[in-house]
């Protein structure tokens, strides 16, 4: 017997906290800042962790920060043919569409990739992908590169 009180709702209150899943602080890409709502950080909701997944991986180039070493985090074809014009080629713009489609496809969160939409501009690369939540909602990203 000890003088300390034991408790069993700390077992109870893991297992709630593990069916709410993770929570992040929500980031908006456009004006690069966390998103502060009444002086409180937003919290995302599913859907936008997912988008805002969607975003960062577009955005990371492999290799070019520690803390993804050895992840596979990141976009390969993308960065390292940058400068090219072979994103106006069909071949160019299959290549990128299959590993954004392969590596997304890779959360667990999502179901399907549905389209993937690439647009060359004169400086800038628009990517817009449309995806399946495992939950059934449809989720739509657009990044500018």
Partial sequence: MSIFPSFNESLDLKEENKNKGKKE????????KIVIVDG???EASEIEQVRQWIELLILTQTGKYRVYDDTGFGMTDLYNLRGHSIFSTPFGVMELER??????????EVKEVIDIKS???????NIEVTVILKSGETLTSEVSI
């Fill in 25 to 32: 602080i929500l980031f908006d890409f456009k004006t690069k």
């Fill in 40 to 42: 409180k950080t937003k």
């Fill in 99 to 108: 590993e954004i489609k392969e590596k997304i496809q890779a959360k667990k």
């Fill in 119 to 125: 647009t060359n501009g004169f400086n800038s690369l």
